[in-house]
């Protein structure tokens, strides 16, 4: 006969579980990671020189395999058709699968499945961009 354990509250980590009318839920971690700026500031800002450095203008934000690129940023020049703008830090998951939005004017930001560099195309300068590149992360 097959031995079953009983998990009891005590068994549960604090820092991963919560426990609801009387029920377990999963408390998810999420990691914040800082994206770099791989195109120099000839090429590439931020719409108030202050935020340059900023992680909040620029980050990777992970919970389990789900995962959000957050960019704000304003083209010195224009981009071309492919130009490598940021870059994912070495321990940071990479995306399993291409993660591509096109802008209001018909620029593009993506970042390729597996690759840490987030590549962009058309885009203009002097034009300040806000976007998010959502996908799942490995």
Known sequence: ?????????????????????????????????????????????????VDYTKIGRHYLSVAGIQGNIHLDFK????????????????????????IEEQTFDGSSVWVDAGSRTVMGNGLKAGTRYILNLGGYFE
């Not at 020049?77 to 998951?93: H, N, V």
């Open 75 to 98: 083209m010195v020049i224009d981009s071309g058709p492919r130009r490598a703008l940021y870059t994912l830090p070495p321990e940071a998951p990479t995306p399993v699968q291409l």
């Open 1 to 49: 006969m097959a031995v079953k354990k009983v998990i009891r509250p005590e068994d549960l980590h604090d820092d991963d579980f919560d426990i609801v009318e009387n029920k377990v839920r999963v408390r998810p971690t999420i990691k914040i990671y800082d994206v770099k700026y791989v195109a120099p500031d000839t090429v590439i800002t931020t719409q108030m020189a």
